[in-house]
């Protein structure tokens, strides 16, 4: 069935985006070629980026801009920059955000970035190199009304301010709307550093009415203390919920007490670790099999699999990060009755605040923190409804829901166009 190639040993994102694609449009009942205009990026661009080191020497680096598709509109979609960024990967990043962008009715297609680095190691002015290069590489594919890149992991405001500094300089207008995550006094919405926690914290409210948890006294553990996972862990820690467990690249910390989450975000540093403060650190696997009422992946994908997924001690599983779950360890969960709010639905906050502020960057007119809290609630209960009503009328999962009604959308769109047909 698969297209896919990938060093990725276990779970190909790609192979697991078209396993799901396919499984929606059979439900659906389209013809082969639905499936086959939906199954790859409809243009992909592989760069070198030469970047002066401040030793003096030049390291070439490999990039990639992966547009899914833009029947819809223009794609849009996160920069990466991590040591384990693949091709095939930034392949299924970019058809995620085409389902993310439908899920929220957004006037999109996804588009995902990425560079193989490892931002950790290297100094301000090597990362400014390195992003002005990457856009410079990719300018001429990229733009307002072409693709909009924002933040993903291990990128920020900042490198997203060098960004658009160097696509204005290369167009020669100033040319704010051309990504999204921007510094405020660059154009940047407020509420967007926020905005991915905010709507995960949003859909953790919405299921634990469903399963009738107490939101005020939930037990949660959250793998990840980057942009996303530190601001949920105090969004829910403010709440009442007690967070029993938090993780980073390095590894994982558990307190069943429940851990003082503002004083550990006074102490992240800017990529998001904060287990050197402890000394009763443990894997990163093993977290995920403490007990808990729910499970945030918050980090990266690939990490519930068909070899952890039978010991989770969780009643739900939210996807914060995107591709946490392999297919095959989401059959075991759903076997087991756990519930899983699927990534394209649970961290869609972040490119919907993010098109709110394109909106706002188009306009020249910008919204009060207020408008953007409402609007961004707004948008993610309509989602959840959306996905969770499909889910019961189809009776499958909300995963499956949540394919059936983007991919929906995105045939429509490509039909309207010609460029499909069934
Ligand atoms: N930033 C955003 O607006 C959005 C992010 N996401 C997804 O959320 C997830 C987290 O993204 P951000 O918080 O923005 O990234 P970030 O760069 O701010 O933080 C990443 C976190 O993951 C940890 N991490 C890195 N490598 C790891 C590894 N090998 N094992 C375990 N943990 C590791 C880091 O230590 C850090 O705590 C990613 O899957 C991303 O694609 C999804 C939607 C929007
Ligand atoms: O804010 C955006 O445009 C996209 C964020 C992103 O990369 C994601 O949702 O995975």
Known sequence: ??????????????????????????????????????????????????????????????????????AVGPTKGGIRFHPEVDADEVKALSGWMSLKCGIADLPYGGGKGGIICDPRKMSMNELERLSRGYVRAISQIVGPTKDIPAPDVFTNAQIMAWMMDEYSEIREFESPGFITGKPIALGGS???????????????????????????????????FGNVGSYLALFLHEQGAKVVGIADANGGVYDENGLDIPSLMDRRDSFGTVTHLFNNVIPNKDLL???????IPAALGGQITKDNADRLKCKVVIEAANGPTTHEAGEILEKRGIDVVPDVLANSGGVIVSYFEWVQNNQGYYWSEAEVDTKLQEKMEASFHKVYNTAQEYKVNMRKAAYLVSVRRLAEAGRLRGWVSF
Not at 3 to 27: G, Y
Not at 205 to 218: H, L, Y
Not at 289 to 295: G, M, Q, R, S, V
Request: proline share 4%.
């Open 1 to 70: 069935m698969s297209t896919a190639t990938s060093n990725h040993a276990e779970a190909n994102p790609l192979v697991e985006f078209q396993h799901n694609l396919k499984d929606a449009c059979e439900l659906l009942r389209y013809p082969e070629n639905v499936y086959d205009f939906l199954k790859e990026p409809i243009r992909f661009l592989q760069v070198r980026i030469p970047v002066k080191m401040d030793d003096g020497t030049t390291v070439t680096f490999t990039g990639y801009r992966a547009q899914h598709n833009d």
């Open 289 to 295: 099999e403490k007990e808990c009422d729910i499970l």
């Open 190 to 224: 407020v509420g967007r550093e926020t905005a991915t926690s905010k709507g995960v914290f949003h859909v953790y409210n919405m299921i634990c009415k469903i399963k009738g948890i107490d939101v005020k006294n939930s037990r949660v553990i959250v793998q990840g």
